[in-house]
């Protein structure tokens, strides 16, 4: 092993909550990417009961909201990708 490298064992419980992690990630990141997409993709008379609760403090913090999951789930998903 080479100097300077770090050698880490991940013990099987370890390793589910790593894929756990990037399970929620990519679950996060399309939610977000449909809750982005789908006013402009679906009639406009089609709601989302669960979405409606963003708009309640108006289209700014909602976008941010949606931005926010979507940034997030990315997050965590590029992050604990690789992780074996």
Known sequence: MP???????????QFHHFTSMRELGIFLFFAGLLAILAPYLLPANFRFPLLDWIYNWGPTVAWAIKG????????LWLSFKNRN
């Open 3 to 13: 100097s300077g490298s770090l050698n880490i064992k991940l013990t099987t419980s």
């Open 68 to 75: 926010g999951i979507t940034a997030l789930g990315l997050i």
